[in-house]
């Protein structure tokens, strides 16, 4: 990944998410990971691959992790230390995954970063660095935006302004503006489609054991846009293979 361009290595951007909490459609992200967490994971090791500003490891501490967060961006990792002094937040440079060692984990949780990588084939390398870090029966779980999320509005997010990312398809890039920020500027992501997503777990020897779309029920103190029709996010819960595992 030497010539990305990641939009996260920014200062504005850094301190701007640094902000976010878990409003509109973020709280759909986060909100089934308590019950699948419980349901899929023994220990309490945990690695955020892809931490940001550290709100999902802080997530995950307050689940009774202790979590690691690791990050390619150093503004990020900068706001993320500032937010949470005592917290492991290391720097993933050229080394990559590989500087994490010996580290073994019961569970990774990777929070939107694949969204923010440039192409498929990158995405299947970095989920077999993963799950070679998974302990025995760790879990690797991945939140990722569903394709549907670039081409309609949002509570938290718009994309009327993007009409190009109706062509896009797999592995093209599309940007995205989050609302309610400091700063407006678009994300630029590249779309993955759920087809893609499994060839790719395939491919990097991970079962799918259950798959999520959290939707709004429509019951919450929030005026929703399309969140109770169309899932925002998808949340697949994935294992090293090694038995049959559900697939679609
Ligand atoms: C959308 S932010 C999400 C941050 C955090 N997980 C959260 O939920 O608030 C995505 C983060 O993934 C990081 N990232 C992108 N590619 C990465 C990679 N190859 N390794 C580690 N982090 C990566 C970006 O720098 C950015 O901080």
Not at 71 to 97: N, Q, T, W
Not at 108 to 135: C, H, M, V, W, Y
Not at 232 to 241: E, N, R, T
Request: charged letters at 30%; a negative charge.
């Amino acid at each position: 990944m030497d010539d990305y361009d990641n939009v996260y290595d920014d200062h504005l951007r850094a301190r701007s998410y640094s902000r976010l909490s878990f409003p509109g459609t973020y709280y759909l992200a986060f909100r089934d990971l308590p019950l699948l967490i419980d349901k899929y994971v023994e220990g309490r090791e945990a690695l955020d691959f892809g931490c940001g500003t550290g709100r999902s490891t802080r997530f995950l501490q307050a689940l009774g992790f202790t979590a690691t967060g690791v990050d390619i961006s150093e503004p990020m990792l900068r706001e993320a230390r500032k937010l949470d002094p005592e917290g492991d937040y290391r720097f993933v440079g050229e080394k990559g995954l590989g500087g994490l060692g010996g580290d073994r984990f019961d569970l990774i949780l990777s929070a939107f970063t694949f969204d923010n990588f440039p192409g498929l084939q990158e995405r299947g390398k970095a989920l077999a660095g993963l799950s070679s870090l998974l302990d025995g029966r760790g879990r690797i779980i991945s939140i990722v935006s569903s394709p549907e999320i670039y081409v309609n509005e949002w509570v938290s997010f718009s994309t009327r302004d993007y009409p190009e990312n109706r062509d896009a398809g797999s592995g093209d890039r599309v940007l995205i503006e989050i609302l309610g920020v400091e700063d407006s500027r678009p994300v630029e992501d590249t779309i993955c489609t759920d087809r893609d997503y499994l060839e790719l777990y395939h491919g990097a020897g991970l079962s799918v054991l259950e798959t999520d779309r959290p939707l709004a029920k429509g019951d919450e103190e929030i005026d929703w846009v399309n969140e109770t029709e169309i899932p925002p996010w998808v949340i697949y819960v994935l294992g090293a293979d090694s038995g049959p595992g559900e697939t679609g």
